[in-house]
């Protein structure tokens, strides 16, 4: 059953449209806006990925707009990457859409079953929250 709600969602969601980015850019958006400043290599480890693949992800969304690069205060070889304002607004739009899709289907289910959806929903947060700063705190601890 969840994996058939998760495919769901991620159809839902897809109907909310992520154009012009594709699904490996806007993992690049999501890390960017919560790691500000980190450099290529560090996104490349968040992604699974090599630097040049995600340096060719950067690419693609510096020229949409959506990526800055900017010459590190620390190294002149580095640079840091950055969400743009353009980048920003882009996915507090993606959000609002994928919100209205959620909150149509959810207007049609009866407010029990919504109410223990939130309840289930708020654990699920809570322990994923929990169990992926168990897992950023080992990463620290053996780097």
Not at 18 to 47: K, W, Y
Not at 108 to 120: E, F, S, Y
Request: with cysteine; aromatic share 4%; proline share 3%.
């Amino acid at each position: 059953m969840t994996s058939e709600a998760a495919e769901l969602l991620e159809i839902l969601w897809g109907r909310a449209s992520t154009a012009p980015v594709s699904a490996s850019q806007l993992r690049v958006l999501f890390i960017l806006e919560h790691n500000e400043g980190i450099n290529l290599r560090t996104l490349a480890d968040g992604l699974g990925s090599t630097p040049p693949s995600t340096s060719r992800l950067c690419d693609r969304l510096q020229a949409v707009g959506y990526v800055e690069r900017v010459p590190s205060a620390t190294s002149r070889r580095e640079l840091c990457l950055f969400l743009s304002h353009q980048g920003r607004s882009f996915l507090r739009e993606l959000r609002m859409r994928r919100e209205s899709a959620l909150e149509s289907v959810l207007a049609q289910m009866p407010a029990a079953k919504r109410t223990a959806l939130l309840q289930g929903l708020e654990a699920f947060c809570a322990v994923a929250a929990a169990e992926m700063q168990v897992d950023a705190d080992l990463d620290v601890r053996t780097a």
